[in-house]
């Protein structure tokens, strides 16, 4: 009896041990099967996530392109402006001299001949006065007349070297409008004689672009070498030399400007 039940024992522990493998064999599949499920969702999720990348960075590029596009087509109109404010002020100041020395002479013209009349008449005074000619009421009243004659062209003088001193003042004031417009306009000039390159992982990259007052290309940081570069390097300067002509020998500056390692 006792060795029948130790052979049902052995066969209960064989069937527990068979049964425990099956089990083992079965977690194990188990297990492989949500690692597996949990491979495919991860490789899903990348893809999904590089896609959006991909296309935010496409959104982005065309974006910054857009914006670079409405600057440039902003500085150029501002360098139009420019231009033609140099040309009314070069225009201006020619005319404003030309006024101004045709009024100096005819000033001092005038000047000369008021001199001259009032000093004949201090004469004809003197000589009135020394000669004794006529009768004390005549010589009174004479005298009166040339001392009336010689306050109006006193004052006569006076009021013309004031008119022109105000105008003189008005030339000045409207040269310096002038200066302050040019100043102001030169302030907002695009530059199309330097040049930045600026990696596509910029941070703020829009932003980045509007501040940059002169010509510029974007690379992508990933995947630029130096042909590309070069390249980007040929276009901004047949773009120069279409714009500035002959005034065009060479970039006065060419900035790289990147972020990362």
């Known amino acids: 009896e006792l060795r029948m039940e130790n052979q049902s024992l052995t066969s209960k522990t064989l069937k527990l041990e068979d049964d425990l493998e099956g089990l083992k064999k079965q977690k194990e599949s188990e297990v492989n099967a949500l690692e597996e499920q949990h491979a495919r969702a991860i490789e899903s999720i990348q893809v999904a996530h590089a896609s959006e990348m991909n296309d935010l960075k496409a959104k982005n590029v065309e974006t910054a392109k857009s914006s670079a596009m409405k600057l440039e087509k902003t500085f150029s109109k501002h360098a139009k402006e420019l231009k033609e404010l140099q040309q009314d002020n070069a225009a201006f100041k020619k005319t404003a001299r030309k006024e101004f020395d045709e009024a100096t002479k005819d000033f001092q013209s005038r000047e000369k001949g ?113 042909k590309l570069l070069l390249g980007k390097i040929k276009h901004a300067t047949e773009r120069a030399k279409k714009e500035l002509g002959d005034d065009f020998d060479g970039f006065k500056s060419i900035a790289l400007a990147c972020h990362g390692p």
């Open 114 to 226: 008021l001199k001259e009349q009032i000093q004949r008449l201090m004469e004809e005074m003197e000589g009135f006065v020394s000669k004794r000619r006529i009768s004390i009421d005549g010589h009174i009243e004479k005298e009166t007349q040339l001392e009336q004659e010689i306050a109006r062209l006193t004052e006569e003088m006076e009021q013309w070297t004031t008119s022109r001193r105000d105008s003189t003042a008005r030339h000045l004031r409207k040269e310096e409008e002038l200066r302050r417009k040019l100043q102001d306009a030169e302030s907002h000039m695009f530059d199309f004689g330097r040049l930045v390159l600026f990696s596509s992982d910029t941070p703020d990259k829009e932003d980045f672009s509007q501040m940059i007052r002169c010509q510029k290309e974007e690379y992508d940081f990933e995947t630029a070498d130096l």
